[in-house]
């Protein structure tokens, strides 16, 4: 049944089943509702507002800005002091060899934009057969046509098939807890991994592939997934052996859909690759912490080699927004990064990441239906299954994580879970990633908040269990 204030709200909202609660103000890492409850933002709305809800300097910076000249067209011979500033800021050290940035507004916009950079540079190199991308399976990068194509999530591209590319094939995504066989070791499931990827390369061709993209660290579909030890070694090394980009996704998670979240800190380094032993990626788009919500904002960033191949070719960028780069956008941007580093958040982000980590395996691990804990720095997720002993998960319609996210908001916890049906490994968990800024006491408020929602949720299907377990028993007599 559609909500009566949905009904008659002239925004589209994206759901329609409830009313969505009016926010009012925010500060720290606490939203106020217009009914008056306070509510835990958990996860940073879907890991966007890194530094809580108030930053005076953000707000000044913004201002500044606005009274400086508020829009530069990119696609004019115009530039911005806070775009330079802010690249700087990011590509001055050329980190794995990135060297230029793309700004835009959302993560879905980023992945276009790298999947049409890496055409464009096949082109500029000649090799315009180069066009086949392979991504994983269960994977999001973004909520646009052409960042579905390039998505593993089965029911976000349902409806859009008539509209997905064919020039795009998948591999297993890097899931251990639920796809290692009982009788492998993780060294031979990362070479399961890294031959299926060599096997599809080949079967596609080398000369017809332009890129593979993944997730450094899954987000949402998968729930904070980091990578077996190895796996992006031996992705990098099959990329160089046989001449592939590797784009890696760190800032999708959406923008607002859950795509690409592990990047710029989350996972407690600038670059979630960076604690990956590698190099670096030939693109990578960023976003969400890069502007902290203040204003939307992503990005693509790519390594000097893509440059050189443009520069030496058509001398330009075949690709464009109107509202690339905008100079609100990047001026706050910059006010985050300078208070990330300022106050040393991504130390904080490593010191209360051991704190969560902790009070999540002291307070949630023992709970019934929890399966497993993993994340990494302030990124982690909560993964039920039916039966965590013998592995067999729930129905896709038990929606058992939503109710838990559900009882969380009920209980002032605004927390994430699953995106649906995202692939044939049906996935039931929740994400607690709070802000930057969190404090060990509000960390233990959040888990103590998180575990009082998954009691609540488990205390009426134990007891059904329990009846039904009687009346078999009864019944056998």
Known sequence: MTDTFVAQSHILHRAFGQRPENVVSAEGIKLVLES???????????????????????????????????????????????NEELASMILGACPGGLSKAIFVNSGSEATDAAIKLATQYWHERGLPNKSHVIARKQSYHGNTIGALNVSGHTSRREIYRDWISENVSF??????????????????????????????????GPGNISAFIAETVSGTTLGCLPPVPGYFKAVRELCDKYDILLILDEASYICTDHTIMCGMGKTGTMHAWEQEGIRGPDIQTIGKALGGGFVPLSGVLL???????????????????????????????????????????????????????????EMIRPLPFVADIRGRGLFWAVEFLADPESGAPFAENAKFCNQVVDAAFENGLNILGNLGVTGDVHVEHVIVAPPYIVSESEIRDI?????????????????????TRSTSAKSSL
């Open 303 to 361: 390594h000097q080699k893509i440059f050189d191949a443009l520069a030496a070719g058509s001398k330009g960028l075949l690709h464009g927004h109107t509202f690339q780069a905008h100079p609100i956008a990047t001026a706050a941007a910059v006010a985050v990064q300078k208070i990330i580093k300022e106050l040393d958040l991504l130390n904080n982000v490593a010191k209360m990441g051991k704190v969560l980590e902790e009070a999540l395996e």
């Open 447 to 467: 888990v103590q908040l998180l575990e009082i929602s998954i009691k609540d949720v488990s205390r009426p299907l134990l007891k059904s269990r329990q009846q």
């Open 171 to 204: 591999v297993d995504p890097c899931y251990a807890f639920r796809l290692q066989k009982a009788d492998e070791s993780p060294n031979q499931y990362l070479q399961r991994l890294r031959d299926q990827l060599e096997a599809e390369i080949i079967r596609v």
């Open 36 to 82: 008056g409850r306070t509510m835990y933002d958990a996860t940073c709305g879907p890991s966007v507002s890194v530094l809580g809800h108030h930053q005076p300097k953000v707000t000044e910076a913004i201002t500044r800005q606005l009274k400086q000249i508020a829009y530069v067209y990119s696609g004019a011979r115009f530039t911005a002091e806070p």
